[in-house]
Every structure is written in C-alpha cells, then in structure tokens.
C-alpha cells in the first residue's frame, strides 16, 4: 500500500513553456500532498503542501504564480512549471500522507526530471 | 545551526559490514523520526519510523533515538551491494499546524562494495 506515482517521469522544454507534472496516489486518498525539489546531491527542498478543495501553501521564496499547484481531487495533485527556464531543471517529488498511518509520515513518488534548455 | 545535520560521506563499506549512519538535530520539539532511502534518480522510500526516544528493529535495520542528546541513528546490519543508495533522515513536530512538515538532512551517500 501508499504507492505514489508521477508523470512524466523526464520532460525536457524549451525556455518559456509550461509544464506539468502529476501526482497520483494510487491505492489511497490523499487530502495532503507535498511538491519537493532536489538538485544534485543536495537534500529535498519543500516548495508548497497542497491540499485537496483548496488553495496551496508555498514555502517563503517560492514564486506561486510560477510554480501552480491544483489539487482538485483526493488522488491526484499537480504542479504547472510556467515559462520554465533552465535555472528551474531540476528533480521535482511528489509525496502523500497516508490517512490513519504513522503521523507525518510521507510517502513519495518517483520523481520527475525536468531539463530545461 | 542547521535544524538537522548529517554527514554527506560518501561512506564506502565491504559487503557484511555494519553500517552506522547518524543525525543530529537542534529543536527539541521535534518527535517524530525517520529514515529515508534514496536510490539515484528515484524518490525516497520509507525505511523506518520511531516515535520519541528508544530503538525499533525491522530485518537487518534498527533505528535508535535519544531525544537527550538530540541524536538518531540508523544501523544496518550484514550490509549488502544493494543497500547502496542515500540515507534521508527526517523529522517533524506532529500535531497540528505547520508542525506536520519534515525537516530532512543532508543525506548519506552509501556504498556497499561487493
């Protein structure tokens, strides 16, 4: 149980697209989602927590209008890059709180690599 | 202070050894645990979990916390080529609020060598 997925699993964009990312948790509900990011050898950054049925908490210093979170139903939450640029490559996870498991307790999804050329 | 240190290694061990790897942390609200295993370019994978201070073995891993000296521990025993990976360790405050947040370290990058 507490499998979480994304999609896709690499994307590579030109500078000023968009792109998005899904986070699904497969086999539960998730009224909580967390959106990381980690650059290379280096520990995960917490960008915002979305909830379900409402707007997203950014971490301080992170743009809201660049990185939209919707997380518009229990399994699924995602995350739009807007005019990407390269300074925003970079692995992206995804993770879930398990309801009635350990608290606080995260369970995370593979990851998405984003390079942007 | 960072709120939770770790050693980056990168710790390189023969296949069977017993692996140590440690945290420290500063705030003391914090009481709940765990260890995080990363494989390269894949999420981290929940290895283990520990409410408050005392030790909790599953398999080959036991995690130890001692919340005196704001230090957890993760051992692993007759370590094997496929426990090379990162080790996470994270922590929260629980209950309500932004209390529910993880503050990882670092990571240690393992090597077990066959």
């Known amino acids: 149980g507490a499998v979480v997925s994304q999609h896709p699993s690499r994307v590579i964009c030109k500078s000023g697209t968009s792109v998005k990312i899904e986070c699904r948790s497969l086999?539960?509900?998730?009224?909580?989602m967390f959106w990381y990011r980690q650059f290379p050898k280096q520990s995960l950054m917490l960008m915002a927590t979305?909830?379900?049925?409402?707007?997203?908490?950014?971490e301080q210093g992170v743009e809201k209008d660049k990185f939209l979170i919707n997380h518009a139903s229990l399994t699924l939450s995602t995350l739009t890059v807007t005019s990407a640029h390269p300074e925003d490559s970079s692995f992206y996870i995804c993770?879930?709180?398990?309801?009635?498991?350990?608290?606080?307790?995260?369970?995370f999804g593979p990851g998405t690599r984003l390079t942007v050329l | 202070q960072k709120e939770v240190e770790q050693d980056p290694g990168p710790l390189s061990v023969p296949e069977g050894a017993i692996v140590s790897l440690n945290c420290t942390y500063s705030n003391s609200a914090f009481q709940y645990f765990m260890w995080y295993r990363q494989y390269s370019r894949k999420g981290p994978e929940l290895l283990m979990y520990t409410y408050s201070s005392g030790n909790k073995e599953d398999g080959r891993f036991t995690a130890q916390v001692d919340k005196s000296s704001k230090y957890i521990s993760l051992f692993i025993r007759d370590s094997q080529p496929s426990d090379s990976a990162t080790y996470l360790c994270?922590?929260?405050?629980?209950?309500?609020?932004?209390?529910?947040?993880?503050?990882f370290g670092k990571g240690t990058l393992l090597t077990v060598n066959p």
């Open positions: 994270a922590m929260s405050a629980g209950g309500g609020g932004s209390n529910y947040k993880l503050t």
């Open positions: 979305s909830n379900e049925g409402s707007k997203a908490t950014y």
């Open positions: 086999d539960f509900q998730a009224t909580t």
């Open positions: 993770s879930a709180n398990l309801p009635g498991g350990p608290p606080d307790t995260q369970y």
